[in-house]
T-cell receptor, first 111, second 112 residues
């Protein structure tokens, strides 16, 4: 059974800090996704990765397929970054193989 | 948002009553999913569908049934709601081309 582990579970950071959230998984995957969910809000897909690194604004996501590990980095964190970040892995291209979700990392950015 | 809507957005009901939640999509995606989200558990798959009349169980399917009579609608039914089914329910579609999922806005269900 594939497990997706995220760390830390909870994180508090000062505004402006550099933040890293980690995700580890146990089996081969076809892709890894990072989702964002604001408190009481909907779920938004931030990145889909199968190798290397992607960057959107202040967010950077990396993946190391050999080590079965991904990181989400937030540079110059802002209050609006306060949200839960969820790591999700895809085990294959078929929709019959559901995605496997981590339990999320709750980030609070404070002034 | 890939044209996904959920209805109702909020519902309060009593134990033992039937409840149906609707997920509607406008982009003709084949794969649709129902998840529940609870503190400490994250998102957990209830049921999913890979086509009209084709559905399968997820990890927390007990007490739930689904139906998909047309591509655009995926219904989740609680035959006899229990307090343990109080949760936020998310519908999602999967884009195979993009290998990603898009989520609906969620339905907050409270069973008293």
């Amino acid at each position: 059974k594939n497990e997706v582990e995220q760390s830390p579970q909870n994180l508090t950071a000062q505004e402006g800090e550099f933040i890293t959230i980690n995700c580890s998984y146990s089996v081969g995957i076809s892709a890894l996704h990072w989702l964002q969910q604001h408190p009481g809000g909907g779920i938004v897909s931030l990145f889909m990765l199968s190798s290397g690194k992607k960057k959107h604004g202040r967010l950077i996501a990396t993946i190391n397929i050999q080590e079965k590990h991904s990181s989400l980095h937030i540079t110059a964190s802002q209050l609006s970054d306060s949200a839960s970040y969820i790591c999700v892995v895809s085990l294959g291209g078929s929709g019959n193989t559901p995605l496997v979700f981590g339990k999320g990392t709750r980030l609070s950015v404070i002034a | 948002d890939a044209g996904i809507t959920q209805s109702p957005r909020h519902k309060v009901t009593e134990t033992g009553t039937p409840v149906t939640l609707r997920c509607h999509q406008t982009e003709n995606h084949r794969y649709m999913y129902w998840y529940r989200q609870d503190p400490g558990h994250g998102l957990r798959l209830i049921h999913y569908s890979y086509g009209v009349k084709d559905t399968d169980k997820g990890e927390v399917s007990d007490g739930y049934s689904v139906s998909r009579s047309k591509t655009e609608d995926f219904l989740l039914t609680l035959e006899s709601a229990t307090s343990s089914q109080t949760s936020v329910y998310f519908c999602a579609i999967r884009s195979i081309a993009q290998d990603t999922q898009y989520f609906g806005p969620g339905t907050r269900l409270t069973v008293l």
